[in-house]
Every structure is written in structure tokens, then in C-alpha cells.
């Protein structure tokens, strides 16, 4: 028997009191990696075992290079020139959300690697493209992890890098400046080659945006970073794509699960009929070059000015011998 707590005229047993704390527990925050199970949705989350009948995945279609093993889904393999992509089939109909993604980088290679993946809240789906395999221009939100460690453009990070741009379709993503003219945010992340599965979670509410990662195995999250006045429509649709290059990776996935957040009270406006849209953007930064990048950038130029230089030694003497020549048949013609 469980002892009583008087309360007024009402009694309350210490066993119901331990249950609303659990339960208002288990409604938590995203501060830690807790289930928040009441909230999961199970249509918006990819879970294993993956597979349904044959080899579809309930709720989810792949395209391009995709494919699925017990463990882990795979968008891209450590090939060049492969993308893929799986996109949810059900539009998401909730105001306020939260997404976990559990997903893995890895390759042979130790200095060059990329491109890297885009985890989507975009309008269509399926579509693939330019932008680590999905369609450019496009409508909503990416979230981008450049691992392309052969930069590009302006920048003063060094790669892996996490980032968000959002799009109302009017935007391209520049990959000649890896997109630092239209991101809002972004953060270096090491989460490539390691022995377990990194973890990035993408939260939604009141307008505000914020990603924060578990790239040390610590089941604890660490802010990359957060940005307010962010405004995304209902009706859209979560993915990740993928792809690689001359440069390649795999590109795994071990799950997504999705958290419906509490609404806001007395929003008025219908969020369905609305464009994506930021507040402000983060300013383009100045080239500063990554020592891994800069190194081999300048091994292929010296490589190429020692070529060209033994080029025109080859021709000087070319050159040099056939005027030798021309002035001894020269010479032979005067003597005669």
C-alpha cells in the first residue's frame, strides 16, 4: 500500500504523483536526446527494421543510388559521380516540429573527400539536382552538411561544415562560393570518419530555428547554431539526399524520428498558403583558405608550372636547333 498525501479535502496517493512527474519527464525538452514519445509520429520517422513488403519502407520512396540493408540506409557510396535520396511520402501538417537524424559519413579517403548530404523540408520532393542531389532552385528548407573538402569560394571554416539556407524558389545555391551568400547560419562539425553513428537534431518553433548536433557519441546536444524569424508553410515535405563527385563518400542513415511540438496560441494566419522566408541572411564572408585544401591546390600548381616551365625549355631548344641548323646551311652556301 502506498502511503497518502493529504491535500485539502482531496487526497492524492504518492503513486499518482510519481506518474504525473514521469509523464511531464518524458515531456521534456530537446535539451537531452530523450524519446518524447507522446509526440513521436510515426509516419514522418524512419525506424528499423526499414523494410515493409518487398522492398519499399512504409511512408518512404528512395531514388537514384539509394539502397537499404538491414542496418542502415545508404544514399551514396563511396563511388564518384553517385546521388541518392529518400523522401517521406506525408506532407507535415504540424506548425511547431523537431527531427533527430541518426546518420553516418564515411570513406577511404584521409585529405580529399565530398560532396556530402541535405536534410530537406522542401515542397517537392523526389526531384534531383545539384544541391548534394536535389533539385536547384527549390522551395523550403536545407540544411547543409558540406564535407567537399576541395573548397570552393568565399569561406573561413574549414569542412565538414553544417548549414541552412531557405529558399521561396528564388534562390540558387551557389556551389563556386559554397553557398555563404545565402545561408543563415552555420557551424564546423567533425562528424565524418568515425567509429559510431553522429546524430543532428532540427528544431522548429515559434518562428525560431535551431540545429544542434551529438558528434562525440555523448547522447548530449551541443548548438551549432539558432536563428529567429524563420517562417516555414505546413504541407511540405521531409528528405535527405546525397551525393558525390570526383570526390566520394558513403552516406548512411540509421533513423529519423520526428516530434510534433506543442502549436502556438492564437496564430491567425493560415501557415499553408504562406512562401518560406528568413529575416535576415548571414553575410558573405572573405576567402580564407583550409591548410588541407591549400596544401593540395598548390602541390597541382607547382605540378603544372615545373610542366609548362620544361615545355618551354623544349621548345627553346627546338628552336635554337633548327636556327643552328639554318645558319651552318647558310654558311655552307657561301663557302661554295
Known sequence: MFPTIDVGATTVSALSLLLLLVTFGARGGSGQQGEMNDYLKREHSLIRPYQGSGMTIPYWDFIGSTFVTNSYVRLTPDLQSKSGAIWNQMPCTSINWEVHISFKVHGKGKDLFGDGMAIWYAKDRLQ????????????????????????????????????????????????????????????????????????????????????????????????????????????????????????????????????????????????????????????????????????????????FLILLAMLIVVVLVVVGIMFYQKHQENARKRFY
Request: charged share 20%; hydrophobic share 30%.
Open 128 to 303: 534531383t539536382g545539384p544541391v548534394f542531389g536535389s533539385r536547384d532552385p527549390f522551395q523550403g528548407l536545407a540544411i547543409i552538411l558540406d564535407t567537399y573538402s576541395n573548397h570552393n569560394g568565399p569561406h573561413n571554416h574549414q569542412h565538414p561544415y553544417i548549414s541552412a539556407m531557405v529558399n521561396n524558389g528564388s534562390l540558387t545555391y551557389d556551389h563556386d562560393r559554397d553557398g555563404t551568400h545565402t545561408q543563415l547560419a552555420g557551424c564546423e562539425a567533425k562528424f565524418r570518419n568515425v567509429d559510431y553513428d553522429t546524430m543532428i537534431a532540427i528544431r522548429y518553433e515559434n518562428d525560431v530555428l535551431t540545429v544542434s548536433t551529438d558528434l562525440e557519441n555523448q547522447n548530449t546536444w551541443k548548438q551549432c547554431f539558432q536563428v529567429t524569424g524563420v517562417k516555414l508553410p505546413t504541407g511540405y515535405h521531409f528528405g535527405v539526399s546525397a551525393t558525390t563527385g570526383d570526390l566520394s563518400d558513403n552516406h548512411d542513415l540509421t533513423a529519423i524520428k520526428f516530434y510534433e511540438l506543442e502549436a502556438p496560441p492564437l496564430l491567425s494566419e493560415d501557415r499553408s498558403q504562406i512562401l518560406p522566408s528568413a529575416a535576415s541572411f548571414e553575410a558573405p564572408r572573405e576567402h580564407k583558405s583550409d591548410p588541407k585544401s591549400s596544401g593540395a591546390a598548390s602541390n597541382i600548381k607547382i605540378f
